[in-house]
């Protein structure tokens, strides 16, 4: 598309949710202008997670700096952009209320549309970055810190939840056994890189079915048997193999989330399925994703890393197809901590 | 000069549009809604209805802290967004400082308190001295965050070192009328509804004088004053503290 065409939609975005302050342009849905994130993760390190008061005060500092770096680097002003979106939820709401309000303010200030994001659809979104082929319908399996769910994406916009956690999310899992095997936290990186030097078959960690809900996730029991192991360990004076524990923890994640993800492909007739999320981004489950989908046939989709942790840019995307099917929201937008995937 | 001023850090929500010695505007909302679904719509409502174009504003005006942590960063947000965006300045006011210009002119000792919960008020002692043909709100004790029973010990000294009179006002007043009578010896009042929270044409008029005098920061810079650190650095500073003292 020629660059400067009047049909040109320029999307600012920004996200605040957790602890990462970030900012975007995107352009006409696809093309990102500039991705910039100020990232807090050496922040909570000593408190071995995200601490909510503290990621508010840091976001509250940087968000006007991060706004404005993400401007000149798209090298277009404010003036210039079509519409501003940010991130209402889910998410912390103390987090998730700085970029709210200041993403309301530059609205009103400039007269420009507003349009709330929900984060799930954001990262779902991620994928269109760099797959400008990919279009809906097709699966997602949406992975981070904080959410674990299986999508069905039918159409931009229009989402069903086939399953989620029922317990801890599975990088919440990632995080808590990182910890306990002294890894530190952020857990998922460092259990991935570990796992490659352990053997995934060495220890035998439950592979949780949930009742009542063929797609539901619980990782709780898994976290529960990693730390039962640990102790068994201890009392018995047997020596703890780190990269073992890791990688067969790893395993058991990956296999529940490729074994729920493949039979509601299957299920629901899917031709494409993609992943999503920051546990997305780790190279086992990529892998066995890849391995599994190319056996069935069904075209596999992830973002880059970068990417797949939070971000702006896809926030730009989502708010791109939000903008284009009309959602605005009002200087009353508030931060809604529980937001539903599809609401309003 | 113009200046659009915001306060969202204790229970009131309020905004008001300053002008030299007018107030033009002014919207104040004490009410259970939260700061993030009133504030905004306030400023809007004030702007439709005094056809305020928003390119003649000079500065924002903002209650800085200290405060409720989440409502600081709603009107500070809100502060840093409207001046990026407008490419002004930001006036930085303590939020106790205006609480106390609400009773200008005043011979008493005036002293703000905000509940801040864990048995605390963010507190300060004001006076007002006149210099040249106007009062200057003067620091008689900086801003706090105390135990309200320590306040008091506070003030009863200075009301009776400086003989003056107190007027308490504050959301933290009704929190701990009780202990305020039980422990005040000093002759007191409390200030009335009309005048007995933040009023955003306070922080206003206060930040006229600041810009004057250049004392302004810019959107990048300007963050809330909380008087205190989250839970969890407090915390690990007393697991630092206590576990150098085994040392």
């Known amino acids: ?344 | 000069m113009k200046i659009i001023a915001i306060d969202s850090s204790g229970l009131t929500a309020s905004v008001a549009v300053i002008e030299d010695d007018n107030l033009i505007a002014e919207y104040n909302v004490q009410y259970k809604k939260t700061h993030s679904q009133t504030l905004l719509p306030m400023l809007d409502e004030i702007k439709g209805m005094i056809d305020l174009d928003l390119a003649t504003v000079d500065a924002i005006a903002i209650a800085k802290g200290p405060g409720s942590f989440t409502g600081l960063r709603i009107g500070s947000a809100t502060a840093k967004g409207l001046a990026g965006a407008l490419d002004i300045p930001i006036v930085e006011i303590s939020t106790l400082e205006g609480l106390a210009c609400n009773l200008y002119g005043t011979d008493a000792l005036v002293v703000p308190m905000m509940d801040a919960r864990r048995s605390q008020v963010y507190t300060a002692v004001y006076e007002f001295i006149q210099q040249d043909d106007k009062y200057i709100l003067s620091s008689v004790m900086e801003d706090s965050a105390m135990a309200v029973e320590d306040l008091l010990v506070k003030v009863n000294e200075l009301g009776a070192s400086l003989k003056k009179k107190i007027i308490f006002l504050g959301d933290g007043v009704p929190v701990y009328e009780d202990k305020i009578r039980e422990l005040t010896d000093a002759v007191y009042t409390f200030a009335p509804a009309h005048m007995n929270r933040q009023r955003a044409a306070a922080f206003g008029y206060l930040a006229i004088d600041k810009v004057n005098s250049g004392d302004v920061v810019s959107a990048f810079d300007h963050a809330p004053e909380y008087l205190r650190l989250s839970q969890a650095e407090r915390e690990r500073n007393e697991g630092i503290k206590n576990k150098g003292s085994n040392y």
Do not use: W
């Open chain 1, 1 to 344: 598309m020629d660059k400067d065409t009047a049909k040109d939609i320029k999307i600012l975005a920004i996200e605040s949710s957790c602890d990462e302050t970030a900012a975007a342009v995107v352009r006409n849905g696809r093309e990102v202008l500039s991705n910039i994130i100020y990232s807090q993760i050496a922040l909570h390190t000593e408190y071995g997670g995200v601490v909510p008061e503290i990621a508010s005060r840091k976001h509250i500092e940087k968000i006007n700096k991060v706004i404005d770096s993400a401007l000149k680097e798209a090298g277009t002003t404010l003036q210039d952009i079509d519409a501003i979106a940010v991130t209402y939820g889910p998410g912390l709401v103390g987090a998730l209320l700085v970029g709210v309000s200041a993403a309301k303010a530059m609205a009103f200030a400039t007269n420009k549309p507003l349009v709330g994001v929900h984060h799930i659809e954001g990262h779902i979104s991620a994928n269109y970055i760099e797959n400008l082929n990919l279009e809906p319908p097709f699966m997602c399996l949406v992975v981070s810190g904080g959410h674990t769910h299986l999508v069905n994406v039918e159409d931009y916009g229009k989402y069903t939840i086939l399953g989620k956690t029922r317990d801890d999310a599975a990088g919440e899992a990632f995080d808590k056994v990182a910890r306990a095997i002294g890894l530190g936290y952020p857990g998922g990186p460092k259990i991935d890189r570990v796992a490659k030097e352990g053997n995934p078959d060495a220890i035998a960690f439950p592979r949780a079915k949930v009742e009542n809900g063929e797609y539901d996730f619980s990782f709780s029991g898994l976290k529960s048997a990693v730390l039962n192991y640990l102790n068994q360990c201890e009392m018995k004076g047997e020596e703890i193999v780190v990269p073992d524990v890791a990688a067969s923890f790893q395993k058991a994640v990956v296999d529940v989330l490729v074994d729920h993800s493949m039979d509601a492909v299957k299920r629901y007739g899917a031709k494409k399925f993609a992943i999503a999320g920051g546990v997305a981004s780790n190279s086992s489950l990529r892998k066995a994703f890849e391995e599994r989908c190319a056996k069935e046939k069904i075209e596999f989709y992830h973002p880059s890393p970068m990417y797949c942790t939070d971000n702006a840019a896809m926030i730009g995307v989502a708010g791109y197809y939000e903008f284009l099917a009309g959602t605005r929201h009002g200087y009353d937008l508030n931060a809604i901590p529980q937001l539903k995937l599809g609401e309003r």
